[in-house]
């Protein structure tokens, strides 16, 4: 029996950077050897062990075999004669297949440590095509590592378009599809793995409604990116800047998905896009079984994130409904997130990144200042039922009106932070001019 370190833990430790989890794979035996060495079989698809002492996951050597469809269509071998090497070509990208023995010393048979020098994120071997969730693997590596200056190789970038023609990323569940999208929105910068889904077909397949904003243009006045989908992703840069919250991070990737629903005819404008927004949410929320407390906030985000840009438009009395649509009242630990994602929408705008946005933090004064509002002294004053709530919807108008008049005049001019900086007036992306 040969035991090695192997995956990540191995390349997290040869980059220098913390690793999550440490796995092991034994060489040279069975089931029952493992069990009588202390170790307790745990899963169902393949067995893995864990330590008696330290409770780490120890999985036995193994080949895989494709006989169906998907990424569950393998027939796997755990013999004792496994080699290593056998083992670790099966493994997707090279950086993923070195081991290290119980003295240190690293096994790489093919070329990981090479491809961590030249920052690839390489195929091991062809077999890569047998597995559709290895695309979305690859996708979240890239977004992983992208700030250490990791890139896809063309060739399996190539091979990862052939998976994504192939029809065989239907196969996978809408719990492993959510799954990776999780592990990205963890990662440092989660706008790489929508890029590279799409930069090899994988996007409309797997998250079709964030691929519908590809190729939907913005007006150049207030988007000068123009592309709807470009948009997006800038935005979700920003905020992952800004937060390292997956929740919050969702809700960004995800605010501006009515633009897909806009009529072409309506183009370049999308004036209703924070309503036509809300189905599409919904489907995908549906279909990848997003978490309850994902969509509920994503859908504030989505559906009124629109509104932050006019605040001042509808006066102090539209302030308030405001909040109260975002029921504050109740869920005033939201607030200062979904505010995040209307100042991260401003400012995810090509050449907006260092423009002023006040109207972020004078939401929040105002909402600080309503929050004192409350409903004891009303009650004492004799009022009942509807009543409380209606005098207390008065007092906060009050509030909000008195505060008001204290902004500067430039402030409550909306068309002021929706006007792009003036070297960019004739900056024309993608030969569009709109």
Not at 70 to 87: I, M, N, Q, R
Request: hydrophobic share 35%; glycine share 6%.
């Amino acid at each position: 029996m040969h035991i090695y370190k192997v995956g990540g833990a191995v390349r997290d430790k040869l980059l220098g950077i913390d690793s999550s989890d440490t796995d092991y794979v034994v060489v040279g035996a069975d089931e029952k050897s493992m069990l009588d060495a202390g170790f307790t079989k745990v899963g169902h698809d393949f067995p893995v062990f864990l330590h008696p002492t330290t409770h780490e996951e120890y999985a036995l050597a193994r080949t895989e075999r494709k006989n169906g469809q998907g990424y569950l269509g393998f027939v796997c071998s755990f013999d004792p004669s496994v080699t290593l090497e056998e083992d670790l070509i099966r493994r997707d990208l090279t950086i993923n297949a070195m081991s290290e023995d119980e003295h240190g010393n690293v096994i790489d048979p093919y070329g990981g440590q090479n491809d961590l020098k030249n920052h690839l994120l390489r195929h091991v071997s062809p077999a890569f095509v047998e597995d559709p969730l290895r695309v979305l693997r690859v996708a979240r590596f890239a977004a992983k590592l992208y700030h250490l200056g990791f890139h896809v190789a063309d060739e399996t970038l190539d091979l990862m378009r052939t998976m994504s023609e192939s029809g065989e990323l239907s196969s996978l569940t809408p719990e492993r599809v959510w799954q990776e999208l999780y592990k990205a929105l963890n990662t440092r910068n989660p706008e790489i793995f929508i890029e590279v889904l799409r930069d090899c077909g994988a996007l409309k397949e797997v998250l079709p409604e964030v691929g519908a904003l590809y190729g939907v243009p913005g007006p150049k006045r207030w988007h000068p990116e123009i592309d709807s989908g470009v948009h997006t992703c800038l935005t979700l840069a920003r905020v992952s800047a800004e937060t390292e919250d997956p929740m919050i991070r969702f809700a960004m990737l995800c605010h501006d998905l009515g633009k897909g629903k806009t009529p072409v005819t309506e183009w370049p404008h999308h004036r209703l896009h924070h309503i036509l927004g809300v189905e599409p949410l919904k489907t995908m929320c549906s279909r990848i079984r997003v978490p309850k407390q994902y969509e509920e906030f994503a859908y504030k985000v989505v559906r009124y994130h629109s509104d932050m840009h006019h605040v001042y438009r509808n006066g102090p009395e539209g302030i308030v409904k405001l909040l109260d649509n975002l029921d504050a009242w109740r869920k005033p630990d939201l607030i200062k997130p979904w505010v995040l994602c209307c100042k991260c929408d401003f400012l995810g705008r090509l050449g907006f990144s260092n423009r002023p946005f006040p109207r972020a933090d004078y939401f929040l004064g105002i909402f600080a200042l309503l929050r004192n509002v409350k409903a004891k002294p009303f009650v004492d004053a004799g009022f009942k039922g509807s009543q409380i709530n209606e005098e207390m919807h008065k007092k906060r108008v009050e509030l909000t009106a008195e505060y008001l008049k204290t902004l500067p005049k430039t402030e409550l001019d909306d068309s002021a932070n929706e006007m792009p900086p003036a070297d960019l007036d004739h900056w024309q992306p993608f030969g569009h001019e709109f």
